[in-house]
């Protein structure tokens, strides 16, 4: 090899700088290794040891004189620095490192270094001076598509032998036999870890990294308490120092509860003056608790719906008259709130509230109770996402988030004791800020307030209903986990992620302060009996549990229900992408069930090699297609897996529209091609489906995937991937029609305790750009 070697600079240029290097030491005729020494490695990158000699990597024996190393410089270094080091097999004597500068490697230019022999200097005890090995090195530049994602399914058969190992490219192995077959067939032969195929999600995406779920909620609009909420609150306190045996003497000028007619939340002046929800008399106080699954009929005609009060029963002609009116009043108020952005079922729930006017509030509060740790924030994050999704105008208010803004981030445990007036005096007023905000914007005509707070004693759970009466229905959310592994996950987490924690430095004593907070909140905590609730007891990690349901009816609240049957913390990937380049896509053409083009067909193989290698160790994963062939062919190639035709993953139907290119729908059918342009959610093809039915379609298999814990892959279309992309990222539907999809590309979704996060795979060029516009 000499002092130097040339490489190949245009080549590494052209193929942004990804360097195969093969390096090999030779045993000189008749030199014997000392100790039966092994060959190593150390250096300035990862690959070869940080210049540390206890991580100096080992050579691999090829023959009885022959050591190599193989591994992959990355595009982005601009030197490589290395010697060889001499390990004795004996671990009690001294690693001998090789003599002379360092061995220089730059990428498109030039070896340089101590020459062709590597010259090693013994100590004394080992009866020679020194040991000299022959040096040679080979390199080749390799494109970063070459290097692409493992192509183990086309060597799966085939057995390299394990010196061809390379380094830094786990499971993959350079065999000349499979080289030149993938030469033959069109394919890279080499291929890269699979972040080499990484490229950025869409800078509007907010899912790319981990986020603290309580940061993403509602901003409060203002942090001054109403003056017509008393202060203080002596509830919890009172209740605590008898718990305790103490006496209570409670303040001579101070209030002790809460009366409705004292708790109305004034309006701002940016509010709209009422709403057609308040049209008629306040509906009464919740009644004790029932149990019901179904409506029951009730005397006189009743129907109970088993959320909130009972109906009145009609007695006359002129109760029906008064319900007549007052829902000709609902439609013709131009401040009525508007139909929420839904089809389908939901759609047709909506109607039905509507239809039953005041009787039944529209509105509805979630407020979550339970123990710091188990998991509130994290539901309550999950189930926004969902309804939003569905089409409910739905905003997640996090006291926590309330409390850190007015009080500040830095209240110890004792600011969470029982018995401590000033903390409780505190923590209520922020409740009722945040419950003054939530039905404030209820009253704008919000839908769906999910009111997160531990809200653990009934004192405090009743002050909430006494704000709550005549404006919303109201269902506690319960979470009770008694896996003590998922509590001190999320006790680690929560250190970790929340401000309450960010400037303590010491974890420890973060984790002390959190375990007293916890302690206190235990000692005064106090189940949901009443009212209206849903109860996840071991529900979280999805292994078994129950759920319990009180008063619960009606189409959303079962929906929620439903939901939350399905949802658990088990991280797992979700692989989305579309089919391969079809036909059609060529042509411009939408809809219709074309074969793949040759494009198409390579990106098949390509993302075969992809599942693979990313999804090697998953046994259960699973491939999800639609039952269109373009999305079965991109499947063909990926073996060892189940799959599963969903005729809800079929793209868009383009009705009459189906077949055609969007210049000829813009001359043919204008005031069609209009309408889509102005409004592409809401907008349906004639005879065929919109956006918004899409999404419905799709519910059951968005509650499929929540409920699997094992990787899925779903190869599917444009508009289906999108629907299931705004779900994931928590997008407002007015931009689900407008998520950039592109071919040849895989979204992970990684699912989990910590929330959403984003990674996007490219795995090949699209030769055309006029895919942007498809359904």
């Known amino acids: ?54 991580k100096a990597v080992s050579m691999e024996r090829e023959a009885a004189d022959l050591w190599e190393l193989s591994f992959i410089v990355p595009s982005d270094h601009e030197s490589l620095e290395f ?46 001076q020194s040991v000299e090995l022959a040096v040679s090195m080979t390199t080749d530049p390799v494109s970063p598509f070459a290097l692409a994602a493992s192509w183990r399914a086309l060597k799966k058969n085939l057995k390299p032998h394990s010196a061809n190992r390379v380094r830094g490219i786990p499971d993959v192995s350079l065999d000349q036999n499979v ?140 109760d029906v008259n008064l319900i007549e009116t007052q829902l000709q009043l609902d439609v013709d108020c131009s401040c009525v709130q508007a139909m929420p952005e839904a089809a389908g079922a939901v759609a047709a729930g909506a109607v039905a509230d509507r239809l039953l006017g005041p009787r039944e509030r529209r509105q509805l509060a979630i407020i979550l109770v339970g123990l710091p740790a188990r998991g509130k924030t994290f539901t309550a994050a999950k189930l926004t996402r969902y309804l939003r999704w569905l089409g409910h105008d739905t905003k997640h208010f996090n006291v926590g988030k309330y409390r850190r803004l007015k009080l500040g981030s830095s209240q110890s445990a004792d600011f969470f004791r029982g018995d401590n007036q000033e ?80 400037d303590m430095q010491d974890y420890e004593v973060a984790l002390e302060d959190f375990k007293a907070r916890l302690l206190n909140y235990e000692k005064m905590y106090e189940p949901v009996t009443e009212g209206s609730y849903i109860k996840m007891i071991d529900m979280v990690s999805g292994q078994g549990g129950q759920i319990q349901v009180n008063s619960i009816s009606g189409y959303l609240p079962g929906r929620i229900v439903f939901f939350l049957v399905n949802t658990h913390i088990t991280p797992r990937p979700i692989l989305l992408t579309r089919h391969g380049e079809s036909q059609d896509n060529i042509r411009g053409r939408i809809g219709g069930d074309p074969p793949l083009s040759d494009q198409g067909e390579k990106y098949a193989l390509r993302l075969a090699d992809f599942v693979h290698k990313r999804l090697k160790t998953e046994a259960a994963a699973s491939i999800w297609t639609s039952t269109l062939q373009r999305t079965l062919l991109t499947a063909s190639h990926i073996v060892g897996f189940p799959k599963v035709q969903w005729r809800a993953l079929d793209e868009i139907n383009a009705g009459v529209c189906d077949g055609m290119t969007y210049l000829e729908i813009k001359e043919t059918m204008p005031e069609d091609y209009q309408a889509r342009k102005q409004d592409k959610l809401r907008y349906r093809y004639p005879r065929g489906e919109s956006y918004l039915d899409v999404i419905q379609r799709l519910e059951p298999v968005i509650i499929e995937l929540e409920r699997q814990r094992s990787p899925v892959v779903v190869i599917a279309h444009q508009a289906i991937l999108r629907s299931l992309y705004a779900y994931f990222a928590d997008k407002p539907l007015k931009e689900a029609p407008h998520v950039e999809m592109p071919l040849h590309t895989i979204i992970e979704i990684q699912m989990g305790v910590t929330g959403v996060q984003e990674k996007r795979y490219k795995l090949m060029e699209t030769q055309s750009t006029k895919y942007g516009e498809f359904p």
């Open 1 to 54: 090899m000499g002092n130097s070697q040339s490489l190949n600079e245009s080549g590494t240029d052209c193929l942004g700088g990804q360097l195969f290097v093969a390096l090999k030491l030779h045993k000189l005729d008749g030199e014997p290794l000392p100790l039966n020494a092994v060959p190593h490695i150390t250096g300035s990158l990862p690959i070869i040891g940080f210049w540390d000699l206890d």
């Open 179 to 318: 080289l030149a077959h993938n030469v033959q067939t069109g394919l890279q032969a080499l291929e890269l870890d699979l972040e080499h195929y990484e490229v950025p999600p869409p800078t509007s995406s907010t899912n790319s990294g981990v986020q603290y779920a309580a940061d993403t909620t509602e901003t409060p609009h203002g942090l001054q308490r109403s003056a017509s909420v008393p202060i203080p609150f002596y509830g919890e306190s009172r209740r605590y120092q008898l718990m305790q045996g103490e006496t209570y003497n409670a303040p001579q000028d101070h209030h002790y509860s809460i009366s409705v007619k004292d708790l109305v939340v004034p309006r701002s002046s940016e509010f709209s003056p009422g709403t057609a929800a308040n049209i008629g008399a306040a509906i009464a106080p919740v009644d004790e608790a029932k149990s019901l699954s179904t409506s029951s009929l009730l005397p006189g005609g009743r129907v109970d719906k088993g959320v909130g009060p009972s109906p009145k029963p009609l007695t006359s002609i002129s």
């Open 423 to 502: 903390g409780i005096d505190a923590r209520n007023e922020v409740a009722v800020l945040a419950m003054e905000d939530m039905l404030a914007w209820m009253e704008e005509g919000g839908q769906v307030g999910v009111f997160d707070a531990t809200n653990s004693t009934n004192a405090r759970r009743n002050m909430l209903l006494k704000l709550a009466e005549g404006k919303c229905k109201v269902i506690f959310l319960e979470t009770i986990c008694n896996d003590r592994s998922v509590i001190d996950t999320n006790i680690r987490l929560k250190i970790q992620q929340s401000p309450d924690y960010a």
């Open 83 to 128: 010697k060889f080091v001499l390990r004795p097999m004996d671990n009690m004597a001294q690693d001998i490192l090789e003599d002379g500068p360092n061995r220089v490697l730059k990428v498109g230019k030039m070896l340089s270094g101590p020459g062709s022999f590597a010259k090693f200097e013994l100590p004394e005890e080992y009866g020679m």
